[in-house]
């Protein structure tokens, strides 16, 4: 299995990025793996033929050509550091249980917390299978630290271009969805600062409570950044919990750039990164780091301890000297040790080789933006603020009539665009209209594909 994966990776830059298959063949695939297991067991190498047929049915995520959604890179280092600690299925829920591995793990969160995103001493979390269940811990974590029980008259706000993870949460957690508010956003696409301040006033006039202020790092559907020194400001003001959403953009944090475009993100009560995006690790890991991690334990205890929790079985599990508990920080129990998949790349590669690549990834988005201004017929938005482009066909003028006819252009010239099949482009929606939307974000991506990708937007034009 290990020589098979080698060589997989080994292809994997110059493999299709969209799936070959037929739906029929798709349809068959599925009609397969739908089957029961068999009572004898078969030969490894005809099971993996299949197991392979239906990963090539299947976008490839960490190819070069991977420009649509967020792609995932999949680092072989960290897959291989996945397959041992899979192997040792160490338990990780408790530090009792495999100190050594809850301290490399924890190591990795401090460093998350205080040098990539600048929060104080004593800040630390815990890895999630993804941004999305982060953002939940760190709804529940603003819930339980500012309303107590009292959830009924809670409100939250985010901006339209926020993830919808975050909405999400916030329902998961019993916040009535008329108290999830959607606060403007400025022509820039950030959070409209004054406006959010008004509307958390007027909720408080109205007899509600606000008391979560959700922030982006880098929006899923342009890269924009709230302004988040203000945001903070805001918050602290009015005694909300600051929750910064930096799951696609939080690692970018390691370059200079970045570091100075999310200023303001450390006085965060909570920040959620993925490092399956911007560290372009395997699909499966997120972290949630806060300021304070007593309030996120906070979050699953039971406060009034009224011995429902049921555990007597757990009776000689003891703290083990400062290390988490991660079973505490989350709604899981039985987990695994996570800290190795991020330890291993990180001390194996080394932190500049991460944020060169990073780097690398802004001045590819940076390129082509320059590329796509040349392009005749097109209308290009700003310049990327992190690794995401965006464009559209230029409607002839501003008439309702043109821009529609600029909205279906725009789709049918991204239809001609994928059916090269090197490269993977999604559509958007940006404040109602089609656009083009491209994110540069795996290791495999080098200047090569930028350019290769512009030929290839020029023959579709
Ligand atoms: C991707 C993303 C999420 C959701 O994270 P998953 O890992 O896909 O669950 C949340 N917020 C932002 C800004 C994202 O880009």
């Given at each position: 299995m290990v020589d098979r994966i080698a060589d997989f990776t080994?292809?994997?830059?110059s493999r299709r990025v969209s799936p070959i298959g037929q739906s029929s063949e798709a349809g068959r695939i599925a009609d397969e793996f739908l089957a029961a297991p068999p009572e004898q067991g078969a030969a490894l190498s005809m099971l993996m033929?299949?197991?392979?047929?239906?990963?090539?049915?299947?976008?490839?995520?960490?190819?070069?050509?991977?420009?649509?959604?967020?792609?995932?890179?999949?680092?072989?280092?960290?897959?291989?550091?996945?397959?041992?600690?899979?192997?040792?299925?160490?338990?990780g829920g408790f530090a009792s249980s495999a100190p050594g591995l809850t301290a490399m793990e924890d190591g990795v969160l401090r460093w998350i917390a205080q040098d990539v995103c600048g929060m104080p001493v004593g800040s630390a979390g815990v890895l999630t299978t993804g941004g999305?269940?982060?953002?939940?811990?760190?709804?529940?974590?603003?819930?339980?630290?500012?309303?107590?029980?009292?959830?009924?008259?809670?409100?939250?706000?985010?901006?339209?271009?926020?993830?919808?993870?975050?909405?999400?949460?916030a329902?998961?957690?019993?916040?009535?969805?008329?108290?999830?508010?959607?606060?403007?956003?400025?022509?820039?696409?950030?959070?409209?600062?004054?406006?959010?301040?008004?509307?958390?006033?007027?909720?408080?006039?109205?007899?509600?409570?606000?008391?979560l202020l959700v922030g982006t790092a880098g929006t899923t559907n342009t890269g924009a950044i709230d302004p988040l020194r203000q945001v903070g400001e805001l918050a602290r003001r009015e005694e909300l919990w600051f929750h910064v959403d930096a799951a696609y953009g939080g690692f970018f944090r390691l370059t200079r750039r970045g570091r100075g475009l999310m200023s303001g993100i450390e006085s965060a009560?909570?920040?959620t990164l993925d490092p399956h995006k911007s560290l372009f690790l395997p699909f499966g890991t997120g972290a949630l780091v806060v300021r304070d991690p007593a309030r996120l334990a906070a979050a699953y205890a039971d406060p009034d301890d009224l011995g429902v929790d049921g555990r007597p079985y757990l009776q000689d599990v003891r703290p083990y000297w400062r290390l988490p508990d991660y079973s505490g920080l989350s709604p899981e129990l039985s987990r695994e040790v996570r800290g190795l998949r991020l330890w291993l790349p990180l001390h194996l590669h080394g932190v500049a080789a991460f944020r060169e690549a990073l780097d690398e990834k802004l001045d590819l988005a940076a390129r082509l933006h320059e590329r796509l201004c040349d392009l005749p017929g097109l209308?290009?938005?700003?310049?990327?603020?992190?690794?995401?482009?965006?464009?559209?066909v230029r409607p002839a003028d501003a008439s309702e009539t043109a821009q529609a006819a600029a909205d279906k252009a725009t789709r049918a010239l991204l239809d001609r665009i994928n059916a090269d099949g090197r490269v993977l482009i999604h559509s958007t929606t940006i404040e109602g209209r089609q656009a083009i939307r491209i994110c540069i974000l795996t290791h495999r991506t080098h200047a090569d594909l930028v350019e290769r990708a512009v030929e290839i937007m020029t023959a579709a034009l």
């Open positions: 080994q292809d994997l830059p033929e299949r197991v392979d047929r239906a990963a090539d049915l299947a976008v490839e995520s960490g190819s070069a050509g991977m420009l649509a959604a967020i792609p995932g890179g999949g680092l072989y280092s960290s897959a291989l550091a996945e397959f041992y600690s899979r192997a040792l299925n160490r338990f999305s269940s982060a953002n939940l811990s760190a709804v529940l974590a603003a819930r339980r630290s500012r309303l107590g029980e009292n959830i009924e008259r809670g409100c939250v706000y985010v901006t339209a271009q926020a993830h919808h993870s975050v909405a999400k949460a329902r998961i957690a019993g916040i009535r969805n008329a108290n999830i508010r959607v606060v403007p956003h400025t022509g820039d696409l950030r959070m409209d600062v004054p406006a959010a301040e008004a509307a958390v006033q007027q909720d408080r006039r109205a007899g509600l409570h606000p008391f009560d909570s920040i209308e290009v938005s700003a310049p990327p603020t992190l690794s995401i482009v965006t464009f559209r």
